[in-house]
């Protein structure tokens, strides 16, 4: 298991979370950077967890943590807004994510969020999404309280691939299909190479679809692509997150990984090897 916080979600999302008390145990482990242990904690990203640091949120035996300190998980008490973390076991669903809902763990709006299509179980874990998906985009989400699994699916070093399945209007031309493979210009700079499968046009609809394979994870960057060559986006489907697959599961449906998914998850500290390590 890893050491949790009942503020995790709203740590990743930035904003203040419940507070939660006592400490739980795990096997003994060697001194490690706070943001390292704050992230396997599933509480931040490192990079949030720095920033948490940073501005006092976090302390170790009491005391406020600096920037740079390092603790043992075993023996020192770390807390998140002064409540200690937690010790739960590690959990991973996957969410057939459907449109029109939000991928946050809660909207101020009142909204609906894809934790409100959990089932009861899954809620006794406070889980919170990794990466996202817009909220006219569908398919394959993965939750989880892991946060070093989190920050390895989406960190660019490890460059964890993205599978969609892309409608859009019109025929889309080999020319089209060769530029996005190559990374088409858009106004954030040129989008990374990617992988374009054959492109299938109907011509009763006008409507071309394929499958589209990328590593880095821009807003909208697919819309935004092929919005620039005429052929606006009518569906896009997540089927595939690293080695997690969508499969067969339909929009709303929810199941965990198997033992195999588990095993074939990246961690931080893996450097992109794909092996689950410290």
Known sequence: GGWCSTSAGDALAGSPGRRCGGRGRRAPLSRLRLQKILARAGVASRRRAEELIRVGRVSVNGAPASLGATADPDQDEI???????????????????????????????GRPTVLDLLPPEARETRLFPVGRLDLDSEGLLLLTNDGEVAQAML????????????????????????????????EDGPMAPCRVGPIRYDPRTDVSTFQLTLREGRKRQIRRALATRGHPVLRLV?????????GRLRPRQTRTLTAAERRALPRASSRGTGQRGD
């Open 79 to 109: 807390s998140l807004d002064g409540s200690p973390l937690v010790a739960e076991p590690w959990s991973y669903w996957i969410l057939h994510k459907p449109r029109g809902v939000l991928t946050t763990t809660r909207d101020p709006e």
């Open 238 to 246: 997540r089927v595939r997150m690293g080695p997690l697959r969508l």
């Open 155 to 186: 960190h660019p070093s490890i460059g964890c691939e993205k599978e969609y399945r892309v409608t859009a209007r019109g025929r889309v031309s080999s020319t089209t299909r060769r530029l996005l493979a190559a990374g088409i210009e858009l």
